[in-house]
Structure formats: C-alpha cells, structure tokens
C-alpha cells in the first residue's frame, strides 16, 4: 500500500524560507515519480515540481523556478521541496504526489497517489 505524508508546512514572512517533506511508503526508491502541486483558495491545482528518482531529473514550473528546489533521499524514501525567496502568492496547499515508473510527469492525471496535503502561507 502506497502512502504520502506530508510535512513542514507553515506561516512565513514574504522573501522566507520553507522545507516540504513527502515521506512516501510503498513506492520503489528507483522507479518512482514524485511530483509537488498546489492549490490556492478559489484556483485549479497546478503543478510546482516534479523529481524521477532513478536518474534525478526535475522541472519546475516558470513561476518556481530559481526559487525551489527538489530533492531526493532515496534511502529515507523522503523529497523535499526547499522554498527559497517566498512571496504571497505561494500560499497555497501543496501536495505531493506518487507515480509508478522514473519519468517527469506534469500533469496530475499521471499520478496514482496523493498525500494529504501541508498548508503554506506567505503572509508579514
């Protein structure tokens, strides 16, 4: 059974710092995908970044980029996401999300497991 959780979300003053973890279980270390998304108050779910575990591949939406970065710790099963230079419209929760197989995937139809969700809220 696969399972993502979650974790390190928080309130943080615009131009801070966060660190998004995605403890995900039951997925093989080197042939997965996970993927980060968000979704703030009133908007669509869109996709921030994604990572392919076996050859460490990402992409990151044009609105992310330079400012997060993804990451992997296949021994821990365990991505972050580090949030750098926060800015109010990041606030949104973000959910990561698990697929079978070592690819990018953009879109959310390509995931098969989600986790519940972490708020982030840039506010001063």
């Known amino acids: 059974q696969v399972q993502l959780v979650e974790s390190g979300g928080g309130l943080v003053q615009p131009g801070g710092s966060l660190r998004l973890s995605c403890a995900a279980s039951?997925?093989?270390?080197?042939?997965?995908?996970i993927g980060w998304f968000r979704q703030a108050p009133g908007k669509e779910r869109e996709g921030v970044s994604c990572i392919s575990s076996r050859d460490g591949n990402t992409y990151y939406a044009d609105s992310v980029k330079g400012r997060f970065t993804i990451s992997v710790d296949n021994a821990k099963n365990t991505v972050y996401l580090q949030m750098n230079s926060l800015k109010p419209e990041d606030t949104a929760v973000y959910y990561c999300a698990g697929a079978l197989g070592s690819w990018i995937r953009h879109y959310e139809y390509e995931y098969n497991y989600w986790g519940q969700g972490t708020q982030v809220t840039v506010s001063s």
């Open positions: 039951g997925l093989a270390p080197d042939y997965s995908t």
